[in-house]
């Protein structure tokens, strides 16, 4: 079993940054983070393996860094030059196995929400 604690949300203008943290209760080699927006079909964003590699959606690309302390059993999501269309709910989420955002994930956390004003 695997418990996460989302941190870190909250109301930015359009180009700024905020940092959203996972603290994993529990082991798990895979962490990733996910959006919903309203009205919208949740997305994948960034995943960070306990090997260091990742994995990002398009949507990420350039603008947002996944980075993960094994010693501290923690996934960071670093946004920057955030836009309007960024803010969702974000949520942690881990698996065992293959860490890419399009596979299943098993333990989700409760979210953390972010929102982007223009």
């Known amino acids: 079993q695997v418990q996460l604690v989302e941190s870190g949300g909250g109301s930015v203008q359009a180009g700024g940054s905020l940092r959203l943290s996972c603290a994993a209760f529990?082991?798990?080699?895979?962490m990733g983070w996910f959006r919903q927006a309203p009205g919208k079909e949740r997305e994948g964003v960034a995943t960070g393996d306990t090997d260091g590699s990742t994995t990002y959606a398009d949507s990420a690309k350039g603008r947002f860094t996944v980075s993960r302390d094994n010693a501290k059993n923690t996934l960071y999501l670093q946004m920057n030059s955030l836009k309007p269309e960024d803010t969702a709910m974000y949520y942690c989420?881990?698996?065992?196995?293959?860490?890419?955002?399009?596979?299943?994930?098993?333990?989700w956390g409760q979210g953390t929400q972010v929102t982007v004003s223009s």
């Open positions: 989420a881990a698996r065992f196995g293959f860490c890419s955002i399009d596979k299943l994930f098993t333990y």
């Open positions: 529990g082991y798990s080699t895979c």
